[in-house]
């Protein structure tokens, strides 16, 4: 027969077994939610890509409506961080809306800018941006589409 165990040996054993329960399911809440932090800074970078190969479509397609403008190398812009002027032409304010348009959806940083480069019919635009609230590595960042007009 078995002797039943004395009722102060096994006083608080609920007690512990609760609190290492909700210790345990603490460190989980706690990973779940570096988890969640992890994955919308990611959401944030990948955003600012994809906006980045939009806006670089934006200005090719720009250049094509304006095709002979574009291969005699009127589009050319040197990297420009802040937004040029419109001067009433439509070279100038293609140039303006996609400048203002960058620091409009990649903010307005001194690391945002733009390049265009045009030899002939072969086109480079380039779309530099701060990505320090991702997770790519480094802050500044940088997009080449290469196309031919």
Not at 58 to 70: E, G, H, S
Request: hydrophobic letters at 40%; one cysteine or more.
């Amino acid at each position: 027969m078995k002797t039943p165990s004395r009722p102060s040996m096994q006083r608080g054993t609920g007690l512990i077994e609760v609190l290492v329960a909700a210790l345990v399911l603490s460190i989980g809440l706690l990973g779940i939610a570096a988890l969640q932090a992890n994955a919308l800074k990611n959401i944030q970078s990948s955003l600012a890509r994809s906006q980045t190969v939009m806006l670089s479509y934006f200005m090719l397609d720009a250049m094509r409506v304006n095709r002979a403008a574009a291969v005699s190398g009127q589009y050319n812009l040197s990297k420009t961080c802040t937004v040029v002027a419109d001067a009433g032409n439509l070279i100038s304010h293609d140039q303006h809306v996609w400048l203002q348009a960058i620091k409009d959806l990649l903010g307005d940083h001194p690391a945002s800018c733009g390049e265009i480069h045009c030899q002939g019919t072969d086109c480079i635009v380039r779309i530099y941006w701060d990505d320090s609230r991702g997770t790519a590595g480094s802050a500044s960042q940088m997009v080449e589409t290469r196309t031919r007009l």
